[in-house]
Each structure stands twice: as C-alpha cells, then as structure tokens.
C-alpha cells in the first residue's frame, strides 16, 4: 500500500477535508483530517493498522515488541488493530487532570518492548506523553507510529517512526491565512455532516 492508495481511502471516506478550516488552536487551515470516519469501518481499521504493523515489523532496528499502546480516544482503534496483527497486548492511556495515566488495571512490566501509535500526528505531544507513562512503567518504546504523519516527517522522538502517510498540511495565524485574503470564510471541521 503506498501513500496515494492510503490517501485515496481517506478521500474516498470524506476524512481528508479540503477547503478553509478554523482549527481548535485557532489556525486556519485548507486541510483537516478526520481519522474516525475511516476507522468506523472495522475492515479498512484492520487493513491499514495490518500495513502499519508490517512496517514495524520489517523495521530490523525494532526488534521484539510485547504490546502496543495508545492515547485515548484517537488511539484505541489503532492500538487494538496493531495488536492484533502484531499478535500482542493493547492498551491505552487516558488524560486525568492534565495528564497521561495508566487506568484500568492495565499493567507494564519491567522491561517490556512498547509500541506507541496513534491515529494522526501533528506535534507528537500525544505520543511523547504515551512514551513517558511506558517509562514510569520500567517499559521501553522501541518505535512509534501513525497512520498519518502531519508533521510533513519532521518528528523525531528518539525512536524508529513509522507512518502510512506523511502530509505537509499548512496552517496559518488568521491574519495570515491566504485563503481568507481570497475572500473565502473558514468552518469548523464537523460543523456539517458533510462536507460540499
Ligand atoms: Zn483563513
């Protein structure tokens, strides 16, 4: 599966908006991705998180991994197909008060071999925060990954990253954004159930 097959099936599911977006931070943007809406399809979730896994896989500086682990809510999904087709636990952190926690009983042992994925990376902030419960944990990330990278691939967590596809997705300071100097108004991604 390459990147424009990967991209195709975001298109094909209407997750990768294009047109003036108002984002949560307050950019605009002329692209949004909306992973949930490819990922409702529990066959096209297995499909890419199997591609994803095999990645991971073929990597030779990764090794053995004992469980795969997301932040919630994005996340879940994606570590629950990686497990599976990598044949290992998944589990998944929460947000309480601010920060990343280990719930549920969920439990990593001493030394054991994380893999961190999440759906869509911008920043790895998410992803950072996953790597810092695995190490309060005595386990270790030896990869990381997505399926879609928006970083544009410049993200480096000090470990092998991995992502179906990476996108440069521009973002611009309202007063800035030249889509609004043509004249257009952005929307809120979400805000209609489907876009024109
Ligand atoms: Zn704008």
């Not at 270790?140 to 410049?154: K, M």
């Not at 973002?171 to 929307?187: D, I, K, N």
């Given at each position: ?190 805000s209609r159930t489907r876009p024109d």
């Amino acid at each position: 599966m390459n990147e424009n097959e990967v991209q195709k099936i975001f298109e094909m599911n209407n997750a990768l908006l294009n047109g003036h977006f108002l984002l949560t931070s307050g950019l605009h943007s002329p692209q949004y991705l909306q992973c949930a809406l490819v990922l409702q399809h529990p066959a096209t979730a297995e499909k890419l998180c199997a591609e994803l896994a095999e990645r991971i896989k073929k990597d030779k500086r990764i090794g053995e991994i004992d469980l795969v682990i997301a932040p919630a809510l994005g996340g879940v999904i994606v570590a629950h197909e990686v497990g599976r087709a990598l044949n290992v636990r998944a589990l998944f952190t929460e947000r309480q008060e601010g920060s990343m926690k280990l719930r549920r009983g969920f439990q990593i042992k001493p030394g054991e071999r994380a893999l961190v994925v999440e759906d869509v990376v911008t920043t790895g902030g998410s992803t950072g925060e996953v790597m810092e419960v695995v190490s309060q944990n005595e386990g270790v990330t030896v990869a990381v990954g997505s399926l879609i990278d928006r970083s544009g691939g410049t993200l480096d967590q000090g470990v092998p990253r991995h992502a179906l596809a990476v996108l440069t997705v521009p973002s611009y300071r309202p007063e800035e954004c030249p889509l609004c100097r043509a004249g257009s108004t952005p929307v809120k991604p979400g805000s209609r159930t489907r876009p024109d």
